[in-house]
């Protein structure tokens, strides 16, 4: 998770923070979570350092993973992210899509299932790519987590 402020009590921070946006029947428990940490070292005053989450469940997981969609346009929505771990392989390819988008332009175009699309045929279901997908990874409930500042 990038992008969740640090405080000394980072797994309910995590948990109250997805919960003001999961569906009651989703909502998570800090005992969901097996591992809670941040990764680097810690800085003066800059951004909060990636949040890595480990959840128990695969369908909590599937839902803290889709949280973006359902949290209202704003500065949260602009300022936390929340990715699956992905492989070395995996990255490179997402890198080279990000890449492609900024050329394409994001107004007309964007990420969607590891194809870069038209949002306008993305809204009647259309793909506007040949790029293939993301190679599927090896099932983990790993989340890793950041933020940036606006």
């Not at 995996?90 to 175009?109: A, C, I, S, T």
């Amino acid at each position: 998770m990038f992008g969740l402020q640090e405080s000394d009590h980072d797994t309910d921070a995590f948990v109250n923070f997805c919960n003001k946006f999961l569906d009651p029947s989703h909502k998570l428990k800090a005992n969901d979570i097996s591992l809670c940490n941040r990764i680097g070292r810690p800085t003066n005053g800059g951004r909060p350092r990636l949040l890595k989450v480990r959840l128990i469940d695969s369908d909590k997981r599937r839902s803290v993973l889709t949280l973006h969609q359902r949290m209202p346009a704003g500065n949260e929505r602009n300022s936390v992210f929340i990715r699956p771990d992905l492989t070395k392989s995996q990255v490179e390819v997402d890198k080279k899509l990000r890449e492609e988008l900024l050329v394409r332009g994001k107004d007309n175009f964007m990420i969607k299932r590891g194809k870069i699309v038209s949002r306008q045929s993305s809204m009647s279901n259309q793909s506007g790519s040949t790029h293939p997908a993301l190679p599927p990874a090896p099932f983990s409930s790993d989340i890793t987590t950041s933020s940036t500042t606006s």
